[in-house]
């Protein structure tokens, strides 16, 4: 089991930056990909970024790729997401998420194995 805990959301001007971390803990080793999901109220749960543990190969939503990126630190125990120019299409609860294989297609959200639960990002006109 790998359990995975976010960190910090929260309210920020549009125009302005965030860094999220996701910290996970048990079988990390287990781990094959990281990803950041988003969802917004009303709205379906929404692919932001991947993160290949065994290379560091990153994909994004198009829309996203040019203001986030996603990164990790040397121990593979934390995965971060840099937000920038955040706009108010952006707040949402972002979720970490992670699987142990490769699957297809790594932005649906039923291909994970493993969830956090939720950081809010809010962001003022």
């Known amino acids: 089991q790998v359990q995975l805990v976010e960190s910090g959301g929260g309210l920020v001007q549009a125009g302005g930056s965030l860094r999220l971390t996701c910290t996970a803990s048990g079988r990390t080793d287990s781990v094959y990909a990281r990803s950041w999901f988003r969802q917004a109220p009303g709205k379906e749960c929404e692919f932001v970024a991947r993160?290949?543990?065994?290379?560091?190969?990153?994909y994004y939503k198009d829309s996203m790729k040019d203001r986030f990126t996603i990164s990790r630190d040397n121990t593979k125990k934390s995965a971060y997401l840099q937000m920038n120019i955040l706009k108010p299409d952006d707040p949402a609860v972002y979720y970490c998420?992670?699987?142990?294989?490769?699957?297809?297609?790594?932005?649906?959200?039923?291909?994970?194995?493993?969830w956090g639960q939720g950081t809010q990002v809010t962001v003022s006109a």
């Open positions: 998420a992670a699987t142990n294989g490769f699957r297809e297609p790594f932005t649906d959200v039923t291909n994970h194995d493993y």
């Open positions: 993160s290949r543990w065994i290379d560091s190969m990153t």
